[in-house]
Each structure stands twice: as C-alpha cells, then as structure tokens.
C-alpha cells in the first residue's frame, strides 16, 4: 500500500490538491443538482396548484361544466368523488381510472403532492391534489404537470459535471505540479550545493532566491549556518597552529636542557638545568590541563546545574591567595545564588585573580553584588587591578585564545594567553557574560551570571 503513495513533496502536494478539488466538486455537483431540481419543481408545483384551485373553486360553486382544457403548466385534471368516480377530466385522461384514492371523508381544503408513473409520455409527473366540500359532497381535484424541464436540466447539468469535472482535476493537478516544481526548484538548488560542500569548502554558499519567501528564508539561514560552521573551521585552525607553536616551544627548551644535562658532567649543574627542566614540565602540564577544558568547553558539555552560593565560591578562591605578592581585597554580597558548576565558576575566578595579580601594582579589589528586579536579578562579580589596564580596543582581544598585547603578557611573564578565553568561555556556558569595561585606572573585568531563581517552600 506504501509503495502506491507519491514519495515526493512535489507528487503529494498535487496528489492532495486533485483529491480535495475532487471532493469540494462533487459536494458542489450534489448540492448544485439539487437546488436546481427543487427550484425548478417549486415552479412546476406553484403552476399545477394554482390551477387546482381554480378548479376546485368552480367544483365548490357547482359550475364545473365551466371547468377549461388544462392551462400553463398542467399536462392533465381530474375530479374525482369521495367514492373514487370519475366527474371531470382533460381528454388525455379519457376513460382512466381516478389517479389517486377517494377524498378523505371530512370537510375542509388538503393540499399534497406525491409522484406517479408517467403519464401520456417518458417524463415524471408531479401532481397536485385539492380536496375540497361541494354541493354533491367531498371532491378532490388531481391536477398532473410534466418534469421533462427538470428532467432535461438534471441531464445537462449531470452531462456538463461528468464532462467538465476530469477537466478540471487535469488542470488543478497540472497546474498544482508546474507551480510546486517551480516553488521546489530553488530548494533542490540548495540540496544540491549543500550536497556538495565538503569540509574543505566551507566558503561556498547556497543560492538566495529573490522571492523573499519562506524557501528565501531558508537559504539565508543554511548560508548563515555555513558562516558559522567557517568561523568554527578557521577558530579550530588556528587554535590548532597556536596550540602547537606553544607546545613546541617548551618542548625544545626541555629537550635543550636534557641534552644539556646530559653532555654537562659537573654534578654540581644538574639540580640547576633539572630544575629548569620541571619549570617546563610545569609549563606543558598546566597548557595541557587548559587545553583538555577548552576541548570539553568547544564540546558544549553539559553544566552540572548544582545551586551555589557565589558569595562562597569567590571568597574561597581569595582566601586561598593569602601570602600572594599582590594582595586581593574582596567586598561580597551574601546570599548570592547561582545554579552551575562550583568547579568551573571557581576556575573563572581563579584565572581573572591571575590575570588581575599577573598586571597589577599594589592590589587587586573583587566586589560582587546584585542587580535588576525581583523578576530578572543579575549576579555582577568585578575584579580590578592598578596595573596597566587595557585600551578599548583590545577589550575584546583580549579574550581571543593565545592573545598577548605587549611585552608585558609575554611567555617570560607568565601564561599561554589562554586564561581570560577560558574564564569566557565557561561564563558563557553557564549562561553569562565576561567583559572588559571602563575604569579609572588599571583594568576592570566584570562577570555577570543569572541568579538562580527562590526556592519554594514544600507542603506537607
């Protein structure tokens, strides 16, 4: 049964518009053909019964001899007794016997229509009968009229339904299969370039349309997904070129040094050159560990939703800088509540707290607070720092992987450039943002969080 379906969109939209046109036809064949026969059997109904009445007047007055030939719309009359005889009748029905039973026996005026076979011809026959009190007593009065006109319109309407019909379904399932394939052509464009782009073309687009219309629309939107998909090409990319131009490096001054060792035969150099050695190490471990949680980061790995207190978060990664050359002065809102992962917002503090003490002077301040309404409140942590501060602009490069500005955020001074990237990237993921903003003096970096919604009180 399956296989008899159409498997295209193109076969199904015309297979469906010939179906409902086909239905909506013969609803409307049924419904035409039957106000047309009611219309016209009204008209032939009105014309019988009116000369019934005339009839039945003159039978009420006891003048039927001055009863006519049937007139206008009446093919016969008949008056017939309550006994069923015959008193009058037009010449066609000329010794037939009564054409419906004896007047019913109590006085009065009837009227009803019922239908016989033909009478005098091939066509129905609609008759009228009028009962009505006579001096000789109850008489009823059978006037015939012919259905050959709603007999000939039944047959022309039907003939000219039957014949105009299939024309009509050819020409919607025609017109309905040019129009589809003409709406469908740009989207098998897109299919077909789609198709073709590989993972090293990247930079091809699909054609837009000019119609402005929803398969327009969808161009736009695979084109821009394309962009996407690019820029994430070129990022990984260059991720992979600067991750390992900053391998390298550390690895070629580790291999030195082991060489180094290695052909130096004075004891008294070695703990130097392994020391320097376990400085490398160092080095490749923590870039290492940074690079594994970009990659879960880039992954899009789902954020454990815990419910924290911010407030604590932050002050145990202050407190555990206590002792540190530069010190951290902190000013915390309490009960700041936020929903994420506690290991990852703390790695955010921990990397701007590096990078505010890696540039400051004297100190390093951290505030955090509240704003917005009771219905959309934001968490706002600030890290400050009197050091150099950054232009405006490079307030969004500095966010960029492996990005250094100057001198001062060199390898000799500590880091890969991939701090303030990591402290972005897992804001964001717990729905946030990290900014570099405007301060009088060193540079101001400020998070802002979602706070996680009150708790409601349970019921027993």
């Known amino acids: 049964m399956r296989r008899l379906l159409p498997t295209t969109v193109r076969a199904r939209a015309t297979a469906a518009a010939v179906v409902v046109v086909a ?38 007055a006891g003048d039927l001899d001055l009863m006519r030939p049937a007139g206008r719309g009446a093919d016969f009359v008949q008056v017939v007794n309550a006994r069923g005889r015959v008193l009058r009748a037009t010449p066609n029905l000329a010794g037939l016997p009564a054409l419906g039973p004896a007047a019913p026996l109590r006085p009065g005026t009837s009227f009803h229509t019922w239908r016989i076979r033909p009478v005098g011809g091939e066509h129905r026959q609609r008759v009228v009968q009028v ?35 299939p024309l009509l379904l050819a020409t919607v399932g025609l017109v ?63 991720f992979i070129a600067d991750a390992s131009h900053e391998l390298r490096s550390p ?26 050695a ?63 992962s506690g290991l990852w917002l703390t790695r955010v503090v921990t990397n701007l707290l590096d990078n505010a003490q890696r540039f400051a002077d004297g100190g390093v301040e951290v505030t955090l607070g509240v704003t917005g309404g009771a219905d959309a409140r934001t968490a706002v942590l600030e890290v400050r720092d009197d050091g150099p501060g950054i232009a405006p602009a490079d307030r969004e490069r500095v966010f960029e992987r492996f990005a250094r500005l100057d001198d ?32 009088p003096r060193g540079a101001r970096l400020v998070v802002r969080l979602p706070v996680a919604p009150p708790r409601t009180a349970a019921t027993g």
């Open 23 to 60: 239905v909506a036809l013969a609803v409307a064949s049924f419904a035409l053909l039957g106000l047309l026969e009611g219309n016209l059997l009204r008209n032939a109904e009105r014309d019988a019964a009116e000369q019934a009445r005339t009839v039945a007047r003159l039978a009420a």
């Open 131 to 165: 009962t009505t009190q006579t001096p000789q007593g109850l008489v009823s009065v059978f006037v015939g009229t012919s259905l050959r006109d709603v007999d000939a319109a039944d047959d022309t309407t039907t003939a000219a339904l039957l014949a105009g019909g």
């Open 176 to 238: 309905t299969w040019r129009v589809t394939g003409r709406a469908l052509r740009p989207v098998e464009a897109i299919r077909a370039e789609v198709a073709a782009i590989s993972d090293r073309g990247l930079h091809r687009r699909v054609p837009v349309p000019p119609t402005r219309d929803e398969v327009a629309r969808l161009a736009e939107t695979v084109n821009a997904t394309l962009d996407r998909l690019e820029s994430s090409g070129i990022r990984q990319r260059r």
């Open 251 to 276: 690895i070629t001054v580790l291999r030195t040094q082991l060489e180094v060792a290695l052909a130096v035969r004075d004891p008294q150099l070695w703990p130097e050159l392994i020391g320097g």
């Open 278 to 340: 376990l400085e490398d190490v160092e080095r490749l471990q923590q870039l290492a560990s940074d690079l594994l949680l970009l990659a879960r980061i880039d992954a899009a790995q789902p954020v454990a939703a815990v419910r924290l207190d911010l407030g604590d978060v932050v002050g145990d990664a202050v407190a555990a800088r206590l002792g540190d050359r530069v010190p951290v002065r902190s000013s915390l809102a309490a009960g700041v509540a936020v929903e994420g």
């Open 408 to 439: 001062a955020r060199s390898r000799d001074h500590g880091g890969a450039g991939l701090g303030l990237a990591i402290a972005r990237d897992l804001t964001a993921h717990h729905g946030g943002t990290l900014t570099a903003e405007d301060s």
